[in-house]
Each structure stands twice: as C-alpha cells, then as structure tokens.
C-alpha cells in the first residue's frame, strides 16, 4: 500500500489528478497521480522480491474502449517503466458488473470480477491496482493467472482504506473459525451460495463473514447483493 484512501491526514480522493484520471480516462493524471504518491520504500521492497527475474506488470482493468478509469492500467503503465518490467496488455476484466466505489461488503463478496486474455505461463506476474476494498479484485486476478500458468509474485495497490498493508490470503485461525461458524452452516452453503470454496476468500472478507451473527443473516445479505 502507497496511500490511505480516507483518512484524516489524506485521502486519495482528494488529489487533483485523482478524478480525471478515475473518471474522465486521462492517463497524464494518472501518472501524475502515481509521481506523488507511491513510496520509494514500496518500490525497493518490489525490487528486492522479483531479485533476478523479469516480472510482468498486470492490472485489473476493462478494455480500454470500455471504461473511462485509467487509473489500475495507468499506475501498472507507470510501475512497469519506473522498474523496467514488461506491462501485460492481453488480460483483461470482463465487462459484467461495475463494482468501482461500491464498498458494500455483501455485493463485492457476491460480485466478484471475471478476466479473459492469455497469460504467459511460466513468467513471474506484479499485480498493480487503485485501492484495495477487501481484496477480491486482486485474488481474483491472481487466481485467474496462476490458473493459466503464471506466477504470481506480489501485488501492490496505491491505496486501501487506512493506508496499512492488507493481508490478501486467508490465516488459518481465521479458516478456522469461519469453518465452525454457525455449527457448520457457513461452510456447508458457501459454495451453494457464492460458487467457490470458503478457503478461497481473502483475509478482509473473511473478517467480514465472521462479523455476520447469523446464517439467516448470511442469506440476506447474498440475496440483497443479487437484488442490486
């Protein structure tokens, strides 16, 4: 993580390059935007893990000619230049449902994003994004990658909610208690319900899931998300 989306010290938002590049597609904002604010520290971390190999860089990001947000592909454009890295330009997210600025727990955890396009198997992968909400973007990505034979190395994203680093892969005490939730029912449904296994959530879904008191209140909050 680069910045804290909302904050009282800073938000994102706030940036004068953050909304033409977010919604007006102006990819010189967005690489103004990257200028001001990705860390120095965040970029040697990066080099210090892909030490001797030659990542790509790949965003989840529409087609162009789909989507007025250049700012996923724009910072992935500017990553792969500040390192020298490939930039990937063949994988892209399907065009089914908008799930920018919706930070609704239910809907993003029911919704999740779809990708088509090669990958080069074999070849080490950065994923680079705008914010991080709860991770399933990137899991998504990551999945879709590591499915077609790549490998997925790190993923780094310009800003998440308080601007800390976000535990992406689900910890095992976590698992855990998400397996016993509700005497078993949560497991038991959740590939009914969602379409994939419990394991595969991330850490920040998780946390959400656990904060469901109820099964009849998992129920609902999966049917509302169907019904947006």
């Known amino acids: 993580m680069n910045a804290p989306w909302d904050s009282d010290s800073f ?3 706030d940036h004068p390059a953050y909304w033409p590049a977010k919604r007006k597609r102006d990819a010189k904002a967005a690489i103004a935007l990257c200028d001001d604010v990705v860390a120095e520290e965040n970029l040697e971390l ?11 860089v790949a965003a989840p990001a529409l087609i162009l000619h789909e989507t007025q947000n250049a700012l996923a592909r ?12 490939q930039i990937d330009r063949e994988i892209y997210q399907a065009k089914t449902i908008n799930r920018d600025f919706n930070t609704n ?4 955890i029911v919704n999740e ?6 990958v080069q198997a074999g070849r ?3 994923l680079a994004d705008d914010v991080c909400a709860m991770g399933g973007t990137l899991a998504s990505l990551r999945s879709y990658i590591e499915t077609g034979g790549g490998k997925v190395l790190g ?14 892969s689900l910890v095992g005490d976590t698992f855990a208690r998400l397996t016993g939730a509700w005497a078993g029912k949560l497991v038991a449904a959740y590939p009914t319900e969602i379409g994939h296994e419990l394991e595969s ?11 469901c008191p109820s099964y009849d209140r998992f129920r609902a909050g999966v049917d509302g998300a169907r019904d947006c």
Not at 105 to 108: D, E, K, S, T, V
């Open 11 to 13: 938000k994102l938002q």
């Open 46 to 56: 990066l080099y210090d893990l892909t030490y001797g190999l030659e990542p790509i």
């Open 74 to 85: 724009g910072f992935a454009g500017w990553l792969s230049a500040k390192m020298n890295w």
């Open 105 to 108: 727990g239910w809907f993003r």
């Open 113 to 118: 994003p779809e990708f088509y396009g090669p």
């Open 124 to 126: 080490p992968y950065i």
């Open 155 to 168: 993923m780094t994203v310009l800003a998440s909610g308080s601007g800390k680093n976000v535990q992406i």
């Open 201 to 211: 959530v991330t850490e920040p879904e998780g946390q959400f899931l656990l904060r």
